[in-house]
């Protein structure tokens, strides 16, 4: 019997750091889609199977991290939204918390994401 392996979206903008992250989710178990702008990451949450969990940079070319979530959010109640920012001043809170997201300053804490990840998969 085949183990399903949670399926992320990653949304963010500097190569350099998405594949990084990518591949770090990739040697932890996850299957891992990466895209480098908002209008792809919506583009690709109107098809199926939807990814598990969201992780989207703030800030991104053509359309913002935020409608992206917002847009996930109406596909899923269920998928997990983890914002990304350099800038956490341009993120209110009430935006996280509308979007039931989780928010992340750059640099990255992985261990936490992964954690939080981990946690997430066990209530399932």
């Given amino acids: 019997m085949e183990i399903s392996r949670k399926r992320v979206l990653l949304v963010e903008d500097e190569p350099q750091s998405a594949n990084a992250l990518a ?3 990739r040697d932890d178990g996850y299957d891992v889609e ?3 702008d908002g209008a792809a990451a919506i ?3 109107t098809r199926d199977p939807l990814p ?3 992780v989207a940079d703030v800030c991104i070319p053509h359309v913002d ?3 992206v979530a917002r847009y996930a959010r109406a596909r899923s109640a269920s998928m997990l939204i983890i914002f990304l920012t350099s800038y956490p001043q341009l993120l209110p ?3 996280g918390e509308k979007n039931d997201a989780t928010v992340y ?3 990255l804490d992985y261990t936490r994401l992964v954690r939080q990840l981990a946690a997430r998969s066990e209530m399932r």
């Fill in 34 to 36: 990466v895209l480098y």
């Fill in 65 to 67: 991290g935020l409608a």
């Fill in 23 to 25: 591949r770090l989710l």
């Fill in 93 to 95: 809170a009430r935006d």
């Fill in 52 to 54: 598990d969990v969201l």
């Fill in 105 to 107: 300053t750059k640099p």
């Fill in 43 to 45: 583009g690709r949450l």
